[in-house]
């Protein structure tokens, strides 16, 4: 079911705003049965896997593999797996495409301009990602406001015109960071050793870096570019009158 934004969706919406993420994951899979969580395997989608965990229905769990991710990252896939033993699916980037891009831009061709780092993005994000959304009428994601200045005006309840119109459903918005890492440790959830070190957002590994006190959540990914530019296009808002 593709849903549009109509005066329902935001009824929807502002009847969950305020409500616990187990609360608004629950009513989100009741009112789209399709629903699909992308689990990044950082601290919110860990804590988001637990809450699916302990439903009577488990939404399908997903996870984008760029093949750029640093080790731990896998390591918490596997400890998930042991502890919830739920399928996870994994989605990995045409390799055609990949060998294209290495070929004419190099290993880290992501480095030399904002146009290369987004087809980088593209190619072992992007296009996975609508590989991984389809068929599903929602999916579910472990954004946060408080990550930064690209996500401060989200929605609960947002429609996703880039993929067909379906509702991505954001349980965790009114989340800090504090409520995630004590979310992870007061239920024991594996989570990436990575976040004791710096690094509160973790992508892939040549593109995150560990974060100075007093700097932004998501000031280690790609912190090269302008902060404007810190999405790599999963979850792109097109601005009304720009071109997408
Ligand atoms: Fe490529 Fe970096 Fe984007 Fe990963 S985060 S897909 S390595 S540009």
Redesign the pocket.
């Known amino acids: 079911m593709v849903e549009r934004p109509t005066p329902n969706l935001k009824a929807f919406a502002a009847s969950l705003e305020g409500a616990a993420p187990e609360t608004i994951l629950a009513a989100a899979l009741d009112r789209y049965p399709n629903a699909a969580l992308a689990c990044s395997l950082g601290l919110e989608d860990v804590a988001l896997v637990h809450m699916a965990s302990l439903l009577p229905k488990p939404p399908r769990i997903f996870v984008l593999d760029?093949g750029?991710l640093h080790p731990e990252t896998y390591d918490v896939l596997e400890a998930l797996r042991q502890r919830y033993g739920l399928p996870i699916e994994l989605y990995f980037p045409q390799a055609p495409a990949v060998e294209a891009y290495v070929n004419a831009n190099g290993p880290n061709g992501?480095l030399d301009s904002v146009d290369l780092?987004r087809e980088?993005?593209r190619i072992?994000?992007v296009e996975p990602l609508s590989r991984a959304l389809a068929g599903a009428d929602a999916w579910i994601t472990g954004l946060r406001r408080a990550q930064g200045p690209t996500r401060t005006d989200l929605s609960i309840l947002e429609t996703d015109e880039e993929h067909g119109g379906i509702v991505k459903v954001s349980p965790l918005l009114g989340w800090s960071l504090e409520d995630a890492l004590a979310y992870v440790k007061a239920w024991k959830i594996p989570h990436n050793p990575l976040h004791h070190r710096g690094f509160p957002s973790i992508?892939?590994a040549?593109?995150t870096r560990a974060i100075e006190p007093g700097e932004d959540e998501r000031a280690g990914r790609w912190w090269w570019e302008n902060p404007e530019h810190k999405e790599?296009g999963l979850h792109r808002r097109p601005t009304p009158g720009a071109p997408s």
């Open positions: 760029t750029r992501f780092r980088c993005c072992r994000k992508g892939c040549p593109c790599c």
